[in-house]
T-cell receptor
Framework: AQSVTQLDSQVPVFEEAPVELRCNYS??????LFWYVQYPNQGLQLLLK??????LVKGINGFEAEFNKSQTSFHLRKPSVHISDTAEYFC????????FGQGTRLTINP | DAGVTQSPTHLIKTRGQQVTLRCSPK?????VSWYQQALGQGPQFIFQ???????QRGNFPDRFSGHQFPNYSSELNVNALLLGDSALYLC?????????????FGPGTRLTVL
C-alpha cells in the first residue's frame, strides 16, 4: 500500500518570497508522483508530475518539484510567490490507484 | 475541448435518502474514477470504472455504487445516506492503457446530508 505525508498543514509566506511545500511518501513498489492545486470551491488542477527521467520536474505557474528516491520525497518549490498562488496543494502518488496527502494550505500575505 | 463536467453542483439530502451524482469525462478519455473529499482532507479514492465495469475499489461500503455508460459517462450512487457522507465528490477521467496517465478532475459536487 502507498501513503503520502504532507509535513505542513499550513504555510504562510509573504508575496514574492520563495516557498517549499514538503511531501514524503511510502511505497513498496515504484510509483508516479503528482502535485495538484485546489483553488477555493473548485476541483483539482494538475501542477506537475514525475513519471521517470530527470528528477527535477517543472510545472505550470512557475512551480517545480524534485524527486528524491533515497529520501522518498517530492517537495514542491516556487522561487517567488504571488497572491494568486493562495490555494490548497495536494501531493499524490500512484501505483494502482491515486493516493493523496492531507493537503497544505498556502497563504500569501502582501 | 470540454474538460470533465459534473452535475449537480450542490445537493442537499436528509439521512436515509439516496443520491445520484453524474460525471462526463474529458473528450477522448475512457476511464472514470470517483473520490470523496471531506472538509479539510485530501481526496479519498472510491472506485474506478473502465469498459462499464468497476475495476478498482477503495475502502468504501457497498452503499456506494456506480455505473459507467457506453459513452464513458458515469454515475455515483449512495444509498442510506449518513451525516458523514457530507463531502465534495470529485470525478476524474483518464485514458486506459497508461498507468502513468494523468487524471483530470471535474469541479465536484458538494453533497450536504442533514
Amino acid at each position: 500500500a502507498q501513503s503520502v505525508t504532507q509535513l505542513d498543514s499550513q504555510v504562510p509566506v509573504f508575496e514574492e518570497a520563495p516557498v517549499e511545500l514538503r511531501c514524503n511518501y511510502s511505497s513498496s513498489v515504484s510509483v508516479y508522483l503528482f502535485w495538484y492545486v485546489q483553488y477555493p470551491n473548485q476541483g483539482l488542477q494538475l501542477l506537475l508530475k514525475y513519471l521517470s527521467g530527470s528528477t527535477l520536474v517543472k510545472g505550470i505557474n512557475g512551480f517545480e518539484a524534485e524527486f528524491n528516491k533515497s529520501q522518498t520525497s517530492f517537495h514542491l518549490r516556487k522561487p517567488s510567490v504571488h497572491i494568486s498562488d493562495t490555494a490548497e496543494y495536494f501531493c499524490a502518488v500512484k501505483a494502482q490507484k491515486l493516493v493523496f496527502g492531507q493537503g497544505t494550505r498556502l497563504t500569501i500575505n502582501p | 475541448d470540454a474538460g470533465v463536467t459534473q452535475s449537480p453542483t450542490h445537493l442537499i439530502k436528509t439521512r436515509g435518502q439516496q443520491v445520484t451524482l453524474r460525471c462526463s469525462p474529458k473528450s477522448g478519455h475512457d476511464t472514470v474514477s470517483w473520490y470523496q473529499q471531506a472538509l479539510g482532507q485530501g481526496p479519498q479514492f472510491i472506485f474506478q470504472y473502465y469498459e462499464e465495469e468497476e475495476r478498482q475499489r477503495g475502502n468504501f461500503p457497498d452503499r456506494f455504487s456506480g455505473h459507467q455508460f457506453p459513452n464513458y459517462s458515469s454515475e455515483l450512487n449512495v444509498n442510506a445516506l449518513l451525516l458523514g457522507d457530507s463531502a465534495l465528490y470529485l470525478c476524474a477521467s483518464s485514458l486506459e492503457g497508461l498507468a502513468s496517465d494523468t487524471q483530470y478532475f471535474g469541479p465536484g459536487t458538494r453533497l450536504t446530508v442533514l
